[in-house]
């Protein structure tokens, strides 16, 4: 399978704790992307990487929240002292270039409950 | 206001239907992606536009550059066309999606 691959597909997590997220994008694609979506809503921008560096980062990135994509393949999403409105599926996309000219990979999300 | 709008937000249909979904969007946006979503799943790209037409299979796509607007129509409609169909405005390193319209076909 050389999709985009997300692990867990799921996570239950009390609020307070901390939660990690993996994503290892297609392994052509230099860019790599972070969405959140809650129900009834599309997904919404948190963080991009282009190679191993965050270019940019959403004002809904709270301080809580941190992303790294050390050496430009796989990226990992950090949630540090989680709370309920945490919970929502966590989306990760790559693509070779930019989406004037290029399709959205999506792997199959993350799945976060924060009871 | 948010920079995409889908319309409907919900459609049902009868199998073998012709289907419309329609995206509006605001300046700023290069390209138009059309994107699909099961239940519970993942997001599957469907189109990539940024003028003309394109078509797979039962899927058409369309964009008008000038008014802004794209549609897209599923021609002969089955069941397995039940899904999340969701708008994307591409710009850069940016998508910035409509809410989703939640197609549902009966047999």
Redesign the interface.
Known sequence: DTG?SQDPRHKITKRGQNVTFRCDPISEHN?L?WYRQTL??????LT?F?NEAQ??KSRLLSDRFSAERPKGSFSTLEIQRTEQGDSAMY?C?SSPF????????????T?LTVV | KNE?EQSPQNLTAQEGEFITINCSYSVGI??L?W?QQHP??????L??L?SGKKKHGRLIATINIQEKHSSLHITASHPRDSAVY?C?G???????????TLLTVNP
């Open positions: 985009v860019r992307y009834g809503q599309g997904p919404e921008f991009y282009q270019l940019e989306l996309a930019s989406f004037e000219n290029t399709e959205a990979f999506f792997g199959q999300g799945r | 995409v290069s390209a992606h994107l519970g799943g993942g997001i599957v790209s189109f990539m940024s969701i994307a591409g710009s850069n390193y940016k998508l910035t999606f409509g809410k989703g």
